[in-house]
T-cell receptor, first 110, second 114 residues
């Protein structure tokens, strides 16, 4: 699985859009980008995934650059409950295990 | 509640004792995973079942660790002769048939070995 690089921590004001970057410069053509988050004392929560097209669901949007070497997770209107560690993971769709890095600790400030 | 259930939520044990954790996946999910997470780190993969078959095990899963999934429903993770280094959060996740979707994780069992 390709390695990902994320900032260690980020801050965002409540109500603003939170943009979390992820670099995955060694991603292969058949690897997907997945995002999970982990709120304190809970298990990770799946957010979104994509291959090359931008994706949007009720939780977030995923923007993948044309060369697929990086992506951005966007939380459009961050709330205090979005404070969590966000993990960017790349994996082949058929692979079963997830390889987590250290993620980005996002703090939403009132 | 249709989520992934783990029991117990917390376990404190003395070094050298055996412990067993249970995971009940979402009922229609045929894949089940165990991960371990230590403080400040991301979760690390331990093992994976498809139905009752254990298809992959990490090198992290020493011979003191054993996981089972009889009948392809709930799973147990046993740690024998616990050591202080086993202190961690043990997470279970499940996923449905097919590929590519996200996993659903449980809230984990926090093990403290004293």
């Amino acid at each position: 699985d390709a390695k990902t690089t994320q900032p260690t921590s980020m801050d965002c004001a409540e109500g603003r859009a939170a943009n979390l970057p992820c670099n995955h410069s060694t991603i292969s053509g058949n690897e997907y980008v997945y995002w999970y988050r982990q709120i304190h004392s809970q298990g990770p929560q799946y957010i979104i995934h994509g291959l090359k097209n931008n994706e949007t669901n009720e939780m977030a949007s995923l923007i993948i650059t044309e060369d697929r070497k990086s992506s951005t997770l966007i939380l459009p209107h961050a709330t205090l409950r979005d404070t969590a560690v966000y993990y960017c993971i790349v994996r082949v769709r058929e692979a079963q295990k997830l390889v987590f890095g250290q993620g980005t600790r996002l703090t939403i400030n009132p | 509640d249709t989520g992934v259930s783990q029991d117990p939520r917390h376990k404190i044990t003395k070094r050298g004792q055996n412990v067993t954790f249970r995971c009940d996946p979402i009922s229609e999910h045929n894949r089940l995973y165990w991960y371990r997470q230590t403080l400040g780190q991301g979760p690390e993969f331990l093992t994976y079942f498809q139905n009752e078959a254990q298809l992959e095990k990490s090198r992290l899963l020493s011979d003191r660790f054993s996981a089972e999934r009889p009948k392809g429903s709930f799973s147990t993770l046993e740690i024998q002769r616990t050591e202080q280094g086993d202190s961690a959060m043990y997470l279970c996740a499940s996923s449905p048939p097919g590929t590519g979707g996200g996993y659903t994780f449980g809230s984990g069992t926090r093990l403290t070995v004293v």
